[in-house]
């Protein structure tokens, strides 16, 4: 198996070349004292070593011997206590994190890359840190000041770990139908009582203390989705002075054996009388949750493209130096009995199909983090304002789309190796069985394309993607601007399609679901198309300090524009068609 | 875990309804005497139950427990040896075999059909006799007289397995690399020196004995593909009477740890020395092992559908039972505190996409299969010649785009699950795994997509594609077929693509490999137009009949229509992009 290797050089090119990240970060006035290109480059430069040399090597071992639970205690695979011990002395948990309390204060921007490059060398080793950053996210914004004086500091360090609890058996996307109960103590603490499933690092042995977010329902509480409140329920009780008290009534009944992410415990967490502390308002959970959910979402997305990008690397060595036939155009390779297969055309599309969209993301999830962090450092309110806006359009998008690429990414990764991907030894099977759950957990990638177009689209009649496309437009219509024409035409597309569904979703209730994922990617790719044309140029201006770095970019740039983006032309077709092809059979008639 | 249950309705209605498979035996002398409707029923019924109730029951654990090897020994997965024993005493491994050496000489229609069963019921179970079949072909086909007298009897009755030893570590896809030797003994027998991987089925404890068909070179063979022999390696040798005599020099140094088909045992094969016998003629044994990878290819396809179909009816069951979330258009089902799932739209399209393409495979499996009975059992040999072309140019489609499509619909029969897709328990991850290995093995899906263009379009300025685009024609235009200009303009499509293909070609040697695999897939959609426009045609005459299973069809139909088939416009103009965007980039800029 090959080890994974930071792309640290295309990680710049973004951050730097294609978003210019520290004219962002000059105008964001707390951003400005915290962060600047050097500082960012050195992050950058540790954490390729965090995660090329201390996690990627327990990848391996990890998915052979997964999480072990034996009578409620769950054992890391050898080798990830160590590791994590030696992480969270880098201060990576809390990166992002509010200085008030112990974090770093970087911005999602550089974040964001670094949490590629987590997932990247191992999906479960990433997942125990990255709850607990959206842990703290939900805490910073929701919770009380003493909620936040003691939990914080612990949890942005690492020594304690943050976890999400919403599903139960019988409800997953329909959280409203929940039955974990809450109930007052005299102390204004409460009584959570009841079971969650599917709880990732529910339970471990990595950290001094787990902390739960739990969503439960208060006596008397409204029916469904807004009758649900969240609460704070550490497995071992926190004296006032921050130090360890007795356990808290918080068991882990089992976990699951899954197709990947072994490493990474799934549990059924049972809480009996458990001693909890509300977050936000009663009744207001699901809001403050989904602080968590959306956190959690992008790095889920992230997931996608770092998987992506581990079997991406292996593929091209492979491919340049596993010799097998001969080059079309005859030998290359005169020396050896057969060329590398990388002269052959289908194992090219291949590797540009997994360059040219793992790219796309990386620039699109950068994109993102930039609106993350105008949005939340801007002293202008209305630039923040329509930042957030493109945050909760564009994140739905994110989640479902880096992984739904990322998994086909990671198939053609497995395909590029032949026989030799199947099998275990490569590691490339693994990455297809560890990106695979990305498209389910967090919200399905079915329920992310419904927020995206009920919600973000539908719901304020395509405002936030006006102001969306006037963006591609205004930049795609600048003169020094690569493939402007394509982008334009590409976005009119878009607008097109949106159009056609906001008259139909208005006589037909239907017509939203049905379009909805092939709307999402219809949206991804177009969004694409910006990134490339974006990439391009700055690819193009730049030339001649390094021209092979940018021919790669530009030559990938023409792949995607030629191969890639003409997916856009079936799925406008198919999603014309509309909901009725869908409701010709009665249930029982499947 | 729900049970396969084998879709028997569906599987009448292809062979009788669709394909009048009575009609095209009773022109069939040999097939006359066979085989009639109602034999072929009671067959397929046997075959359900013994798929449903004897091999599928051991799926879950044989992919939990895998085939283990110990010193030399493989053992298979508790329960394979007593349901093989009995799998066998039905028959079922001559099914298609020649009646002279013990076969039951049935229909290749039937048999695709017995297959799919099969495969569905677990692959790897599957897999140790499609193996056999196979080399009961190539044995049939090329070897003397002597050797089919005493090997395809015990082949036949399933008392012995047949195994296919190409692949070595350094030549996979290019076998004109391979290093096993053999010389000739002065008995006429040869020795086999060389060490074989990936050798499915190389060693087990199902089976008296095993034979093995090897490729291997004579002394002063040619080079590459020309240079190769194939030889019949027992595992033990048997004596003139055809009783087992000692062993021979073949044994199994290891077995491969693999994502998948785990009960299944993947063998590194070393023979040592070994005792073989030369089957046809010397140097041209590639050719003749063609004849079993033209079969196994087929059946490899095959596995892509039974695979779909398992998933298939386990999401539409769980779609209809579990209840999250309300309809779009409102309460369905007032008594419960959610409505069933498969009142989603996008959940409905999940299990259309499965179902339009599980069945648009299947009935193209049975004209394939059509063509298969009439190239070998015609009296007509222009007849028989213009079947054999149309299966040369269809078999490679049949092998990649049933596992292509047959991977993309076990991933949505996950999805509907959500969480519980990715966890062991409902077996669908299983699914996904087992599934994958159809798109590498039997020469990956990328090879198909070669064979397809290069040699079988491309090298005979598309003769064989006119002849089935002919026939299309002339049905399509029958004044009762339903969907017929849908399917004219799509064979269009597919002409007009042909065509600027073979311009391309003639100037640029990467043309073909660029635009293979989603060439491919523009033929399988136009294919499967073809099948669903027969199939709704066929509805619609017996609609009257039972109209809940004919209407279904029909809605099925419309389905694939109006949100499948677009797929072939973005296929177009991906493929019209060219070569050159494949070769933008130097190997070391990947």
């Known amino acids: 198996?090959?080890?994974?290797?930071?792309?640290?050089?295309?990680?710049?090119?973004?951050?730097?070349?294609?978003?210019?990240?520290?004219?962002?970060?000059?105008?964001?006035?707390?951003?400005?004292?915290?962060?600047?290109?050097?500082?960012?480059?050195?992050?950058?430069?540790?954490?390729?070593?965090?995660?090329?040399?201390?996690?990627?090597?327990?990848?391996?071992?990890?998915?052979?011997?997964?999480?072990?639970?034996?009578?409620?205690?769950?054992?890391?695979?050898?080798?990830?206590?160590?590791?994590?011990?030696?992480?969270?002395?880098?201060?990576?948990?809390?990166?992002?994190?509010?200085?008030?309390?112990?974090?770093?204060?970087?911005?999602?921007?550089?974040?964001?890359?670094?949490?590629?490059?987590?997932?990247?060398?191992?999906?479960?080793?990433?997942?125990?840190?990255?709850?607990?950053?959206?842990?703290?996210?939900?805490?910073?914004?929701?919770?009380?000041?003493?909620?936040?004086?003691?939990?914080?500091?612990?949890?942005?360090?690492?020594?304690?770990?943050?976890?999400?609890?919403?599903?139960?058996?019988?409800?997953?996307?329909?959280?409203?139908?929940?039955?974990?109960?809450?109930?007052?103590?005299?102390?204004?603490?409460?009584?959570?009582?009841?079971?969650?499933?599917?709880?990732?690092?529910?339970?471990?042995?990595?950290?001094?203390?787990?902390?739960?977010?739990?969503?439960?329902?208060?006596?008397?509480?409204?029916?469904?989705?807004?009758?649900?409140?969240?609460?704070?329920?550490?497995?071992?009780?926190?004296?006032?002075?921050?130090?360890?008290?007795n356990a808290n009534a918080v068991t882990c009944g089992s976990i699951e054996h899954k197709m990947g992410i072994k490493a990474s415990a799934t549990c059924v967490m049972n809480f009996d009388d458990a001693k909890g502390y509300l977050v936000g308002e009663p009744n207001k959970g699901l809001a403050a949750m989904f602080t968590m959910m959306n956190y959690e979402r992008l790095s889920i997305g992230i997931q996608g493209i770092g998987c992506a990008e581990t079997s991406y690397q292996r593929a091209a060595d492979y491919a340049r130096e596993r010799i097998q036939s001969r080059a079309a155009t005859g030998v290359q390779n005169p020396e050896q009995t057969a060329d590398p297969i990388i002269v052959h055309a289908d194992v090219r599309r291949m590797l540009l199909t997994m360059k040219s969209m793992t790219e796309g993301s990386r620039a699109f999830a950068c994109y993102v983090g930039k609106q993350l962090d105008i949005a939340k450092f801007s002293p202008d309110p209305v630039l923040a304002e329509q930042a957030q806006d493109l945050v909760a359009l564009l994140t739905p998008v994110t989640k479902a789309f880096f992984t739904d690429t990322g998994l086909e990414s990671c198939i053609h990764g497995q395909q590029v190796f032949g026989g030799h991907g199947y099998v275990r030894e490569w590691g490339q099977e693994q990455l297809v069985r560890d990106v695979r759950i990305a498209q389910i957990y967090e919200g399905t990638n079915g329920i992310q394309a419904l927020d995206l177009v009920g919600r973000k689209i539908v719901a304020n009649r395509g405002e936030y993607l006006t102001a969306f496309t006037q963006r591609i437009r205004e930049q795609a219509s600048q003169p020094e601007t690569l493939y402007s024409a394509e982008v334009l035409s590409a976005v009119a597309r878009l607008e097109s399609v949106s159009q056609w569904l906001l008259e139909k979703a208005a006589d037909d209730k239907n017509e939203v679901g049905a379009a909805s994922?092939?709307?999402?990617?219809?949206?991804?790719?177009?969004?694409?198309?910006?990134?490339?044309?974006?990439?391009?140029?700055?690819?193009?201006?730049?030339?001649?300090?390094?021209?092979?770095?940018?021919?790669?970019?530009?030559?990938?740039?023409?792949?995607?524009?030629?191969?890639?983006?003409?997916?856009?032309?079936?799925?406008?077709?198919?999603?014309?068609?509309?909901?009725?092809?869908?409701?010709?059979?009665?249930?029982?008639q499947f």
Not at 95 to 120: R, T
């Open 517 to 588: 994922v092939e709307y999402l990617h219809l949206f991804g790719y177009v969004a694409y198309a910006w990134m490339w044309s974006r990439m391009a140029t700055a690819a193009q201006k730049n030339h001649a300090q390094e021209p092979d770095f940018y021919s790669a970019k530009l030559a990938t740039a023409d792949f995607y524009f030629s191969r890639m983006l003409p997916r856009t032309l079936s799925l406008e077709t198919s999603i014309k068609a509309g909901s009725e092809p869908l409701y010709g059979l009665a249930a029982e």
């Open 1 to 245: 198996m090959s080890d994974y290797n930071a792309p640290l050089r295309d990680l710049r090119f973004v951050l730097h070349e294609v978003f210019n990240a520290s004219e962002v970060w000059a105008q964001l006035p707390q951003l400005q004292e915290t962060v600047d290109s050097e500082t960012a480059d050195a992050i950058l430069e540790e954490a390729a070593k965090v995660t090329g040399q201390l996690i990627a090597p327990l990848s391996r071992n990890g998915d052979e011997q997964g999480a072990q639970w034996d009578n409620g205690i769950v054992t890391t695979p050898d080798g990830f206590k160590e590791a994590y011990n030696t992480y969270i002395e880098g201060g990576w948990v809390g990166l992002s994190g509010n200085p008030a309390y112990g974090g770093m204060g970087m911005p999602k921007m550089l974040s964001v890359q670094f949490e590629e490059m987590l997932y990247a060398a191992d999906s479960s080793f990433a997942l125990y840190s990255a709850l607990t950053s959206g842990a703290c996210l939900a805490i910073d914004a929701h919770a009380s000041e003493a909620l936040k004086n003691t939990y914080l500091p612990p949890l942005y360090a690492g020594r304690w770990a943050g976890v999400m609890c919403l599903t139960e058996a019988h409800a997953g996307t329909d959280l409203g139908l929940i039955r974990t109960r809450a109930t007052e103590n005299s102390d204004g603490s409460y009584k959570i009582t009841g079971s969650k499933i599917f709880i990732t690092g529910g339970e471990q042995d990595l950290t001094e203390n787990i902390i739960h977010l739990v969503l439960a329902k208060l006596p008397n509480a409204p029916e469904g989705a807004r009758g649900i409140s969240l609460f704070l329920v550490p497995k071992i009780n926190v004296n006032t002075d921050g130090s360890l008290g």
